[in-house]
């Protein structure tokens, strides 16, 4: 199996970013759990960040035929990202979306997600261990389980 972890504008800062919403650990940091955690469950993860939408939909549309799942922390795009929701929409491979912060319990703005509606499930307010349980749940959803 085979899955991409996909990170949007503002997530390379993790670590420095307001640590008490965000959290201290890295990206980096993150990534490196994820993908010890993936290998345990004998997947391939493949990450990737970019503070450009265009990027991030470029990414996922160029692996889409190649992976079987995507988690995607959209970062501020969640809230006005029609275009990545568009490119989301239009995949055939479930997708988990992850937000570090409890998006629903910060600003009002950001308790509108535009592209949840179009993915699998949604994990938020759980910090890094968000990522983990969307590796856990995404596998369970392809290798058919019910979600």
């Not at 949007?8 to 965000?22: K, V």
Request: glycine share 10%.
């Amino acid at each position: 199996m085979k899955l991409a972890v996909v990170n949007g504008p503002n997530l390379n800062a993790l670590g420095s970013r307001e640590p008490a919403i965000y959290g201290m650990r890295t990206l980096a940091e993150i990534e490196r759990l994820l993908t010890d955690e993936a290998r345990k469950r004998g997947c391939e993860l493949e990450s990737f960040q970019s503070n450009s939408e265009g990027a991030m939909i470029d990414f996922i549309q160029a692996r889409a035929a190649e992976i079987d799942g995507i988690i995607i922390n959209p970062g501020a795009l969640t809230h006005y990202g029609l275009s990545l929701r568009d490119a989301l929409a239009g995949l055939k491979i479930p997708v988990i979306e992850v937000h570090l912060s409890n998006i629903y319990a910060r600003e009002a703005w950001r308790a509108t997600s535009v592209t949840a509606p179009v993915v699998a499930g949604q994990i938020s307010g759980l910090g890094w261990r968000g990522y983990v349980y969307a590796l856990e749940a995404l596998m369970d959803i392809i290798q058919g389980g019910n979600h």
